[in-house]
T-cell receptor
């Protein structure tokens, strides 16, 4: 079962790029890596997903090194509205087996 | 717009009561999930269902059961509520081909006294 480790909290100034790393040392061959954002009093919201190398969408980028034992969520030019908790999810499905493991979350505080 | 709704935002129950938490999604998704969220522990999977009447245990199924009689509805049942089940409960759904792109409901904060 994959285990994930994230920093508990991070601070950043507005306009800076923020990188949040998740460690998943025992990730399995078929595991995908997904990141979510959660605001207070709301459910988490999907941000981005990847399997290897780099994925980019309109919101963020996800960098996954060749060994896949970690992944980095990159948020370009953060604003105050990016203040939230960010979770990584490592999961596997196949041959009737399902495993989903969320990290404990990284609380990002964006400072004006 | 996709929508996952949960029957209550706040719920207070007494120890030993049977508790039902209901979740409905309007996206025709095959997969539905129940998580609990506690400070410092993140989200932990209780159960999930990949089809009607099908279910799989997650990491912490003890003390819980689930029911999925219709595709759009997934119920979490606490047979005999205990104080250590006081938590935020989150329901989510996803399509069969996108297991990890889950849409979450707003959550139910359950307090067991």
């Amino acid at each position: 079962l994959a285990k994930t480790t994230q920093p508990i909290s991070m601070d950043s100034y507005e306009g800076q790029e923020v990188n949040i790393t998740c460690s998943h040392n025992n990730i399995a061959t078929n595991d995908y890596i997904t990141w979510y954002q959660q605001f207070p009093s709301q459910g988490p919201r999907f941000i981005i997903q990847g399997y290897k190398t780099k994925v980019t969408n309109e919101v963020a980028s996800l960098f996954i090194p060749a060994d896949r034992k970690s992944s980095t969520l990159s948020l370009p030019r953060v604003s105050l509205s990016d203040t939230a908790v960010y979770y990584c999810l490592v999961g596997y499905s196949g041959a009737g087996s399902y495993q989903l493991t969320f990290g404990k979350g990284t609380k990002l505080s964006v400072i004006p | 717009d996709v929508k996952v709704t949960q029957s209550s935002r706040y719920l207070v129950k007494r120890t030993g009561e049977k508790v039902f938490l209901e979740c409905v999604q309007d996206m025709d998704h095959e997969n539905m999930f129940w998580y609990r969220q506690d400070p410092g522990l993140g989200l932990r999977l209780i159960y999930f269902s990949y089809d009607v009447k099908m279910k799989e245990k997650g990491d912490i199924p003890e003390g819980y059961s689930v029911s999925r009689e219709k595709k759009e509805r997934f119920s979490l049942i606490l047979e005999s509520a205990s104080t250590n089940q006081t938590s935020m409960y989150l329901c989510a759904s996803s399509t069969s081909g996108m297991l990890y792109e889950q849409y979450f409901g707003p959550g139910t904060r359950l307090t067991v006294t």
